[in-house]
T-cell receptor
């Protein structure tokens, strides 16, 4: 079974530039998560989709971050414009519906803003 | 709102000795709880999960965790640490209604030869 695919693996951009990350979840997984993991910290939920609807985006900085999940499958996360403090690993995860189901994580995209 | 607190930011053990990683949770109802491991430059991997069945849960690589409702704890243990156990460990709680996953701050495990 293929896992959660993310691209790119690494990205370096200058502040005020824009960047986009892509995630392809495991087939059939209705729930998709985007997390931000700053070095030395635990992952922080940015946005959660159930199919193509948003369940929780309360911690998404909406003035600069946006995310969409087209047709309830692939998802993109965009930052525009980037700030230095956005340097982090961005993790995508997916799971079947249900609180007791395992979330499968992608390898993440390491973003460095200089 | 649900949350987890990992009581130790860093644990250092000698190879072959027991490992204990402590996690307390806060939840208004019976939660689903998970432990994930993250090796350097690798993705997060599920070690084990508790979903209201047996309170003692066995996971991969010899790890196990015990759910104690009276203490609101879900501590992770392993009887004998191996060098390959050096990694970051996260305790996670899942919301019953919207499946939101909330992570603890993580515990870094160092294994000394």
């Amino acid at each position: 079974e293929a896992g959660v695919a993310q691209s790119p693996r690494y990205k370096i951009i200058e502040k005020r530039q824009s960047v986009a990350f892509w995630c392809n979840p495991i087939s059939g997984h209705a729930t998709l998560y985007w997390y931000q993991q700053i070095l030395g910290q635990g992952p922080k939920l940015l946005i959660q989709f159930q199919n193509n609807g948003v369940v929780d985006d309360s911690q998404l900085p909406k003035d600069r971050f946006s995310a969409e999940r087209l047709k309830g499958v692939d998802s993109t996360l965009k930052i525009q414009p980037a700030k230095l403090e956005d340097s982090a690993v961005y993790l995508c995860a997916s799971s079947l519906e249900g609180a007791d189901t395992e979330a499968f994580f992608g390898q993440g995209t390491r973003l460095t803003v200089v | 709102a649900q949350s987890v607190t990992q009581l130790d930011s860093h644990v250092s053990v000698s190879e072959g000795t027991p490992v204990l990683l402590r996690c307390n949770y806060s939840s208004s109802y019976s939660p689903s709880l998970f432990w994930y491991v993250q090796h350097p430059n690798k993705g997060l991997q599920l070690l084990l999960k508790y979903t209201s069945a047996a309170t003692l849960v066995k996971g991969i690589n010899g790890f196990e965790a015990e759910f104690k409702k009276s203490e609101t704890s879900f501590h992770l243990t392993k009887p004998s640490a191996h060098m390959s156990d050096a990694a970051e460990y996260f305790c996670v709680v899942s919301d019953l209604n919207d499946y939101k996953l909330s992570f603890g701050a993580g515990t870094t495990v160092t294994v000394r030869a």
